[in-house]
């Protein structure tokens, strides 16, 4: 049974450039969430679906973000124009139920 | 709002011995779940222990297990037995009423040999 994964681990990027985050969730899961946690800080929720469905953004998700899960399997998050404050470690995770699995995270650094 | 406090930013323990860290939370939910997890450093979140606040009995996971007082809002973690591999962040975290899990800022656990 493999666990969450995510890719790629580790980004740098320019400000102002895009930058693509992908998510494959545990298989059997049918849930899939993206938060966003910066130093000293504990996650912070972004968004969440329900196989293909987003049903549920945080206003933290501005319109610079966007997140896709096109056939209710991996998923992924977009964010354009980078700015400095989108430095962070960006986390999946999946459930089938009420216990939320974590993937190892992709950290953001923007220049 | 829902919030998740942790009132301890660090704690440290002896190897072989118990420690507490603390939690406190608020919802307006009447059902709803309590979770805490992991974090080693540079490593991902991993699932300590869970509780469904519908139920009275407290949960255990091996050494692990929690104080969990409804009516005080409190959610609190004990570790006993204290091993060099427990040292990390510890995040505590509520969902209720949606899917979303609210953390709070963790507890630095520090594990002295």
């Known amino acids: 049974d493999t666990g969450v994964s995510q890719n790629p681990r580790h980004k740098i990027t320019k400000r102002g450039q895009n930058v693509t985050f992908r998510c494959d969730p545990i298989s059997e899961h049918n849930r899939l969430y993206w938060y966003r946690q910066t130093l000293g800080q504990g996650p912070e929720f972004l968004t969440y679906f329900q196989n293909e469905a987003q049903l549920e953004k945080s206003r933290l998700l501005s319109d610079r973000f966007s997140a896709e899960r096109p056939k209710g399997s991996f998923s992924t998050l977009e964010i354009q124009r980078t700015e400095q404050g989108d430095s962070a470690m960006y986390l999946c995770?999946?459930?089938?139920?009420?216990?939320?699995?974590f993937g190892p995270g992709t950290r953001l650094t923007v220049l | 709002a829902q919030t998740v406090t942790q009132s301890q930013p660090e704690m440290s323990v002896q190897e072989a011995e118990t420690v507490t860290l603390s939690c406190t939370y608020d919802t307006s939910e009447s059902d709803y779940y309590l979770f805490w997890y992991k974090q080693p450093p540079s490593r991902q979140m991993i699932l300590v222990i869970r509780?469904?606040?519908?139920?009275?009995q407290n949960a255990t996971e091996n050494r692990f297990s929690v104080n969990f007082q409804k009516a005080a809002k409190s959610f609190s973690l004990k570790i006993s037995d204290s091993q060099l591999g427990d040292a990390a962040m510890y995040f505590c975290?509520?969902?209720?009423?949606?899917?979303?899990?609210?953390f709070g800022k963790g507890t630095k656990l520090t594990v002295n040999p």
């Open positions: 509780q469904e606040a519908y139920k009275q």
């Open positions: 975290a509520l969902q209720g009423g949606s899917e979303k899990l609210v």
């Open positions: 995770a999946s459930s089938l139920s009420d216990t939320q699995y």
